[in-house]
Structure formats: C-alpha cells, structure tokens
C-alpha cells in the first residue's frame, strides 16, 4: 500500500508535457502546473498565432503570460523525491550497462520494457504507460527492448525504413522508393517478412527431419557396433575353448587366431564408428543451425531480421540417409566352424585348413552405402525439384533480373548495381542465391542465339580471363550451352557434342555429396 502512495503522488506531482516529475514547477491562470521548460517551448511553438493555450483544458491566453515558480510545488516535489528514494526499485530494476534505458527517466533510469518502433524509443513500465492508453499510440509497433532502433532510421532521408527493395535486396524509406529505387521491385518490409519467414519455416522442417533421419542412423550403427562386438567376442570365446582342447597342438596358432579376429573386429568397428562420429557432427551442426533459425524466426523487428536472413538463407538441402545394408548375423560364426573342423582333423587339418580361417576372419565386411537409386524419370527427378533465385550480388551489370530474380535477360544497358566483391565484371553470367547440396533438380527455360545453364563451385573467379571464371572453362564449373541449334557441354575447357532435339526448356540435375571437401555448388 505504501508503495501504491507513492506512485499516487508521483502522478498528482508530475508534468503533463513530459509525464515526469514537475521540474522547476509553474502554474498557469488556470491552475495547471508544468515544468518552466515544457510550457514555454509549447508556448514557443504557438508564437506564431499569438494566442497561447494551455495544454490540458486549451483555455487561451492573450498576450503570453508571464510565468511565476510555484514555492510550494517546489517543496512539495522534493518532499516526494526524497520520499521515492526511500521506496525506489530494487537494483535490478535500474538499467546497466549491457540493459536498454528507458529514454524518458529523468532521474535514475530504468530498465526498457519495450521498444516503439514508430517513436524510435525504448521505455520503461511507467514511460510506456501511454502506448496502452492513448488511441494513436496504441497502433505502434512495441518489440522487446532494443539498442538498434536507429539502424530503422534511413541515413539518407531520416525516415524510418518501411519497405524492403527485392532489386537491391535492402530495406530502404518511402523517400528513397520515390528516388534512387524508383521502378524497383519493392513491397513492403512486413510482406516481404512474411514470405521469408514461410521460407523460414520450411529450412526448419527440412533441418528438423534431416535431424530425424541422421539420429536413426546413428542408432542403426550403435546397434551395429553392438552386434560386431558380440559377434566378434563370441568367436574368439568359441575358438578360444576349441584351442583349449589341443593347446600343446596349436597354441600358437590360437594366439595368431585372437589376434587376427580383433585387428578385423578393430578395423570393423572403426569403420563403423567413423561414418557414427560424421553423423553425430552433422547432427551437431544441424541442431545449431536450427537454433540460430529459431532465433532468427523469433525476432520481432522486420529489419533486423531482413538483415540476418541473408546470412542464413543460403541452407543446406537434405542430402540423402544413409542406408544400412546388413546382412544375416553371421560376422565371425565363420570362423567357429573352420577351428571347429581343425580341432576334428588336427595337425594336418590344421595345416591345410588356416587359410579357410583367415579367409573367414576378413570375409566380415559391413555394408554402409546409400542404396537409393538415381531418378531415371521426370517425375522422379521432379520430386527433388529446387526454387532457384538469382543472387543480384554476382550478377554481371549488362543482366537485367526480373520476375523477383528468377528471369535474367541480356541486354545493351549497364544496370546500376553497387559495387559487390562477387559480382562477375567480364563475363555475362550470375549465380543462384541457393547452395546446391545433396539432390537437387530444377528445370530451365531459355531463349536467344546463344544461352547456357551451368553449375558451379561458389569459389569460382569472379574477375579473371574467361578461362578463370567462364563457366565450363575450368575446373569449378560444368556448362550446358546451345549456340546455332547445336549442344555442347564443357568442362575444364574440354567441350563435347551432345546430340538431341531443340527445346526451350532444360531439366538439370545435380547430385551433390556434403561429404566432398570443395564449397557448396551454386
């Protein structure tokens, strides 16, 4: 209750201008009282009409009053100053260093409760009082308390930034939609987060189920281990016992036994737990690239996250599980049965028999390969079918990109792209926006004299002669191209005639191992 009184007080002694405690207190011919500098630059402000009124009940006054300090609301604010100091917030409701301040505390400031992205200010509990209350601030965007509001600000224009430029792929002000971006493609920042954030969702669910897919694997190879170790203990037990029947015989031929079953056992169960500990890592990977997808979706300024998804967007496609080909448990029993025919035959069993043992021993052998076989039709190979956008980044200044980037278009005028480090300067060409991993299919449409589809490695030149950055001229590169009703494909500068009938439209596919050391294809 107590403090309940003191926050009573506080209103009664607060200015209605700045809603903050009064400060060098006046009071009007009407009896409102406010803070000397709030009702003079409201009065400074209505000079121009030369009639001045008061803000709460607008009654008017000729000529502008001349303004006396209020003695007793001076007294009376201190009083209560003091009193607040006695009842103040706990530590942690003040703003630290790393905290958001709110921008209207005047004294001790606390910490921001929500951030206004209209007002570019950050208030507290008290300060964002209003945003509840008042009609027009109530429309106002509030996101949690952030140091970045003025990164909303145009640095050109001063306004806030509220569309998003899809040609240029930045946020930009209503000002410069009217003058430089004039003709782009633009929407607004919330659509354009919408859309993104539907893309979000489906990299989320892609990840989440290649998560899925990678833990079954790895619980198909600990099963596995365990079946290698049991198979492999139980020969050496039974080999052990029938040895033990001849041990004057062939005790050194046991011990060459045990040994040659546990290098193989050793080189099995390496085997397996390398591919367990590739998938464990990739797990691994995966559940941080999720988490930082999570984040990213959870973000509430349209901005911030149109910032950050480009960072993000280029993700990983599902590459295709592993399948376990295991065949009947029957790892070391083989070699049971050979010692058990030596032990019937003795010595010259023995002799003749060791190769059938070692043979047996390394005979052991787990299937790991990926036995889903390639599409051999297009609706096969349109189930692995991609959306592939072109990265205005990289496209060549002579390319004009259209239909939201999917369309690229030759023509005689220079295009007025920034300056971008991987952007193509000699050569007509531009690369997707997506990386190309594990199986993908997409189908081309093309028309003119002479066009290509190519795929290429995403370090590929970017400012070299064409043999450096040409696509099919090097090593990071293949290019299909169509030139006076003739195919050819060529790689590494080596071109080879394909034969086949004209068509506009091109299927492409590309089977991409995540496994392989180079950068992702584009």
Same mark, same amino acid.
């Given at each position: 209750?107590?403090?309940?009184?003191?926050?009573?007080?506080?209103?009664?002694?607060?200015?209605?201008?700045?809603?903050?405690?009064?400060?060098?207190?006046?009071?009007?011919?009407?009896?409102?009282?406010?803070?000397?500098?709030?009702?003079?630059?409201?009065?400074?402000?209505?000079?121009? !009409?030369?009639?001045?009124?008061?803000?709460?009940?607008?009654?008017?006054?000729?000529?502008?009053?001349?303004?006396?300090?209020?003695?007793?609301?001076?007294?009376?604010?201190?009083?209560?100053?003091?009193?607040?100091?006695?009842?103040?917030?706990?530590?942690?409701?003040?703003?630290?260093?790393?905290?958001?301040?709110?921008?209207?505390?005047?004294?001790?400031?606390?910490?921001?409760?929500?951030?206004?992205?209209?007002?570019?200010?950050?208030?507290?509990?008290?300060?964002?009082?209003?945003?509840?209350?008042?009609?027009?601030?109530?429309?106002?965007?509030?996101?949690?308390?952030?140091?970045?509001?003025?990164?909303?600000?145009?640095?050109?224009?001063?306004?806030?930034?509220?569309?998003?430029?899809?040609?240029?792929?930045?946020?930009?002000?209503?000002?410069?939609?009217?003058?430089?971006?004039?003709?782009?493609?633009?929407?607004?920042?919330?659509?354009?987060?919408?859309?993104?954030?539907?893309?979000?969702?489906?990299?989320?669910?892609?990840?989440?189920?290649?998560?899925?897919?990678?833990?079954?694997?790895?619980?198909?190879? *600990?099963?596995?281990?365990?079946?290698? @170790?049991?198979?492999?203990?139980?020969?050496?037990?039974?080999?052990?016992?029938?040895?033990?029947?001849?041990?004057?015989?062939?005790?050194?031929?046991?011990?060459?036994?045990?040994? *040659?079953?546990?290098?193989?056992?050793?080189?099995?169960?390496?085997?397996?737990?390398?591919?367990?500990?590739?998938?464990?890592?990739?797990?691994?990977?995966?559940?941080? !690239?999720?988490?930082?997808?999570?984040?990213?979706?959870?973000?509430?300024?349209?901005?911030?996250?149109?910032? @950050?998804?480009?960072?993000?967007?280029?993700?990983?496609?599902?590459?295709?599980?592993?399948?376990?080909?295991?065949?009947?448990?029957?790892?070391?029993?083989?070699?049971?049965?050979?010692?058990?025919?030596?032990?019937?035959?003795?010595?010259?069993?023995?002799?003749?028999?060791?190769?059938?043992?070692?043979?047996?021993?390394?005979?052991?052998?787990?299937?790991?390969?990926?036995?889903?076989?390639?599409?051999?039709?297009?609706?096969?190979?349109?189930?692995?079918?991609?959306?592939?956008?072109?990265?205005?980044?990289?496209?060549?200044?002579?390319?004009?990109?259209?239909?939201?980037?999917?369309?690229?278009?030759?023509?005689?005028?220079?295009?007025?792209?920034?300056?971008?480090?991987?952007?193509?300067?000699?050569?007509?060409?531009?690369?997707?926006?997506?990386?190309?991993?594990?199986?993908?299919?997409?189908?081309?449409?093309?028309?003119?004299?002479?066009?290509?589809?190519?795929?290429?490695?995403? @370090?590929?030149?970017?400012?070299?002669?064409?043999?450096?950055?040409?696509?099919?001229?090097?090593?990071?590169?293949?290019?299909?191209?169509?030139?006076?009703?003739?195919?050819?494909?060529?790689? @590494?500068?080596?071109?080879?005639?394909?034969?086949?009938?004209?068509?506009?439209?091109?299927?492409?596919?590309?089977?991409?191992?995540?496994?392989?050391?180079?950068?992702?294809?584009?």
């Amino acid at each position: 209750m107590a403090q309940k009184g003191v926050q009573l007080d506080r209103e009664t002694f607060s200015c209605s201008i700045c809603l903050d405690l009064l400060k060098d207190p006046v009071t009007t011919s009407c009896g409102h009282s406010y803070c000397r500098n709030c009702i003079e630059a409201h009065w400074d402000r209505e000079d121009e !009409k030369n009639i001045h009124s008061c803000p709460q009940c607008r009654q008017t006054f000729t000529p502008r009053p001349v303004l006396l300090k209020s003695t007793m609301l001076v007294d009376l604010v201190e009083e209560l100053k003091k009193t607040e100091l006695q009842a103040a917030p706990a530590d942690h409701c003040y703003a630290g260093p790393e905290d958001v301040a709110c921008d209207f505390c005047t004294w001790r400031k606390l910490k921001a409760l929500k951030s206004c992205l209209q007002c570019l200010a950050s208030y507290c509990e008290r300060h964002l009082q209003p945003h509840y209350d008042v009609a027009p601030l109530k429309k106002h965007k509030l996101v949690e308390p952030s140091k970045k509001l003025q990164e909303n600000i145009c640095s050109r224009h001063d306004e806030v930034l509220k569309i998003f430029c899809r040609t240029d792929q930045q946020s930009i002000c209503v000002l410069c939609s009217m003058d430089e971006h004039k003709g782009h493609d633009t929407v607004s920042a919330a659509a354009e987060r919408t859309e993104r954030q539907r893309e979000l969702e489906v990299s989320q669910q892609n990840i989440r189920r290649r998560i899925q897919d990678r833990e079954k694997d790895v619980k198909v190879l *600990q099963q596995e281990v365990e079946a290698i @170790n049991h198979s492999a203990d139980k020969a050496v037990d039974d080999s052990d016992k029938v040895f033990t029947e001849l041990m004057c015989l062939i005790a050194k031929r046991s011990s060459d036994m045990k040994q *040659q079953i546990r290098l193989q056992q050793e080189a099995e169960v390496s085997q397996v737990q390398e591919l367990q500990e590739s998938l464990e890592q990739e797990i691994t990977e995966l559940k941080r !690239k999720d988490a930082e997808l999570e984040q990213l979706s959870n973000t509430e300024d349209h901005n911030q996250f149109l910032n @950050n998804y480009t960072l993000l967007s280029g993700l990983s496609e599902s590459t295709d599980s592993f399948c376990i080909n295991i065949r009947p448990l029957r790892y070391f029993e083989d070699v049971t049965v050979a010692v058990s025919e030596v032990r019937d035959k003795l010595q010259d069993i023995l002799s003749e028999k060791w190769t059938n043992i070692s043979q047996a021993v390394t005979k052991v052998d787990v299937l790991l390969s990926n036995s889903q076989p390639e599409p051999r039709t297009r609706a096969g190979f349109l189930k692995y079918s991609r959306e592939i956008t072109m990265d205005p980044n990289t496209a060549y200044t002579q390319l004009l990109l259209s239909e939201r980037n999917r369309r690229a278009t030759l023509i005689r005028q220079q295009q007025s792209y920034s300056r971008h480090p991987e952007r193509f300067t000699n050569w007509s060409q531009v690369l997707s926006r997506e990386s190309l991993t594990g199986r993908c299919y997409w189908e081309v449409e093309w028309r003119g004299r002479g066009v290509g589809v190519a795929v290429a490695y995403k @370090n590929i030149s970017r400012a070299w002669s064409p043999d450096k950055c040409g696509f099919g001229r090097n090593d990071k590169s293949w290019a299909l191209d169509w030139c006076t009703d003739k195919y050819k494909f060529t790689y @590494n500068n080596i071109s080879t005639p394909v034969s086949g009938p004209l068509s506009f439209r091109v299927g492409v596919w590309c089977h991409y191992s995540t496994l392989q050391p180079n950068p992702p294809a584009q």
